[in-house]
Nanobody
């Protein structure tokens, strides 16, 4: 599975961005796609996840501001980010996980940089 992330950039505080993550290759019908972020000098943290059935979960820090969605026909996940603050500045990574038997398989995309600054 290959993941192509896009949509990062520079935005002012209070602004919005929409990230996209397109998956290609051997895609299993049962999977989870998610977004993680890593700020300089910090660990990579979960931002949001969405299952192939549409069930979503969010980090507390982004609830009410970020919305994750997906288009299964396009194997693409989106992250709509609103009311951005400088604390949201990070490299954002998308992740795809599928489940085969007792094992799960994780794939990561390249990061896309989000910078929130005036």
């Amino acid at each position: 599975v290959q993941l192509q992330a896009s949509g990062g950039g520079l935005v002012q505080p209070g602004g919005s961005l929409r990230l996209s993550c397109a998956a290609s290759g051997r895609i299993f019908s049962i999977n989870v796609m998610g977004w993680y972020r890593q700020a300089p000098g910090k660990q990579r943290d979960l931002v949001a996840l969405i299952s192939s059935g549409g069930i979503a979960d969010y980090a507390d820090s982004v609830k009410g501001r970020f919305t994750i969605s997906r288009d299964n026909a396009k194997n693409t996940a989106y992250l709509q980010m609103n009311s951005l603050t400088p604390e949201d500045t990070a490299v954002y990574y998308c992740k795809y996980t599928d489940y085969r038997g007792s094992a799960n398989y994780d794939y990561w995309g390249q990061g896309t940089l989000v910078t929130v600054s005036s």
